[in-house]
């Protein structure tokens, strides 16, 4: 069985520029979440998709944006990039809608740094 | 709004002793259900526990175990014989309905050789 993996690990930006991270959801699992993780914080939710739909948005302004392909994987892009979107993103994936009982799988993160 | 929090910053614990980490949550729910993750240096969040509120049974998986207080809506995490490898970042996280999770501002465990 393969895990969340996420793409790239690592990735530098400057103000302004836009990105695209990407997820692939464990094997079987319809829906993925994304989150933000800030130095020294929890994450906090940015948005969800299920069967390719948005199924759910967190408190993140219209330049957070993704997509979910029909193989389930997933990606965030963030236009218009800002100093404090510098922070680990996380993708997870569950199985069944993200009901509320499941089990949320996460990836490694994706570090961003905004200069 | 639901709220996670987590009011240990940081605790230690020596190797094959008992740490307890705590949490309390806000919501005006009944139904829900609440996490710890684990969240190792490198950085994959992986599940600890989970409980579902309208179990009164304390959950336990191996070493690690819970007490959930849900009048007091408190949920805390116990690590029996703690190992080097229980050093991480654990979060407590809530979940009502649909798709988020809502989490708490974390505890970074540190367990002394």
């Known amino acids: 069985e393969t895990g969340v993996t996420q793409s790239p690990t690592h990735l530098i930006k400057t103000r302004g520029q836009q990105v695209t991270l990407r997820c692939s959801s464990q094997?079987?699992?319809?829906?993925v979440s994304w989150y933000q993780q800030a130095l020294g914080q929890g994450p906090q939710f940015i948005f969800q998709?299920?069967?390719?739909?948005?199924?759910g948005r967190g408190n993140f302004p219209p330049r957070f944006s993704g997509l979910q392909f029909p193989n389930y994987s997933s990606e965030l892009n963030v236009n218009a990039l800002e100093l404090d979107d510098s922070a680990l993103y996380l993708c997870?994936?569950?199985?069944?809608?993200?009901?509320?009982?499941?089990?949320?799988?996460f990836g490694p993160g994706t570090r961003l740094l905004v200069l | 709004a639901q709220t996670v929090t987590q009011s240990q910053p940081e605790m230690s614990v020596q190797e094959a002793e008992t740490v307890t980490l705590s949490c309390t949550y806000d919501?005006?729910?009944?139904?829900?259900?609440l996490f710890w993750y684990k969240q190792p240096p490198s950085r994959q969040m992986i599940l600890v526990i989970r409980?579902?509120?309208?179990?009164?049974q304390n959950a336990t998986e191996n070493r690690f175990s819970v007490n959930f207080q849900k009048a007091a809506k408190s949920f805390s995490l116990k690590i029996s014989d703690s190992q080097l490898g229980d050093a991480a970042m654990y979060f407590c996280?809530?979940?009502?309905?649909?798709?988020?999770?809502?989490f708490g501002a974390g505890t970074i465990l540190r367990v002394k050789s």
């Open positions: 997870a994936s569950s199985e069944n809608g993200g009901q509320s009982w499941e089990t949320q799988y």
């Open positions: 094997s079987g699992h319809n829906t």
């Open positions: 998709y299920y069967r390719e739909e948005e199924n």
């Open positions: 919501t005006s729910e009944s139904d829900y259900y």
């Open positions: 409980q579902e509120a309208y179990k009164q």
């Open positions: 996280a809530y979940r009502h309905s649909g798709n988020k999770l809502v």
